[in-house]
Nanobody, 122 residues
Framework: QVQLLESGGGSVQAGGSLRLSCGAS????????MVWFRQAPGKKRVGVAR???????TYADSVKGRFTISRDNAKHTLILQMNSLKPEDTATYYC????????????????WGRGTQVTVSS
């Protein structure tokens, strides 16, 4: 059982930065696909950045060049560095994981954190 806990959310003005962390209790992450999702009110949960078990990374077009996903295996932590934030980045951010591969469906991720709120004001 993997337990995930996000932190680092908050309120910033447009153009600002935030750094989100996702801690995994007692598990090394190097065999897991780890993904940051976000969900705005009234909208679907969508993936914004993915760290595959092979170390490759993928970003949604909406965040390319502004967000960076990284993983610290020693600290069992997934990081999302968010720069040049925009009001449309406002959402609850979740980290999710599944061992060995990255499912295409949101519902196929086994492990989820409870989310952290990010609010960007104009």
């Amino acid at each position: 059982q993997v337990q995930l806990l996000e932190s680092g959310g908050g309120s910033v003005q447009a153009g600002g930065s935030l750094r989100l962390s996702c801690g995994a209790s007692g598990h090394t992450l190097n065999t897991y696909c780890m993904v940051w999702f976000r969900q705005a009110p009234g909208k679907k949960r969508v993936g914004v950045a993915r760290f595959d078990s092979d170390g490759s990374t993928t970003y949604a077009d909406s965040v390319k060049g502004r967000f960076t996903i990284s993983r610290d295996n020693a600290k069992h932590t997934l990081i999302l560095q968010m720069n040049s934030l925009k009001p449309e980045d406002t959402a609850t951010y979740y980290c999710a994981a599944r061992r060995f591969y990255c499912p295409s469906l949101v519902s196929d991720y086994y492990y989820w954190g409870r989310g952290t709120q990010v609010t960007v004001s104009s």
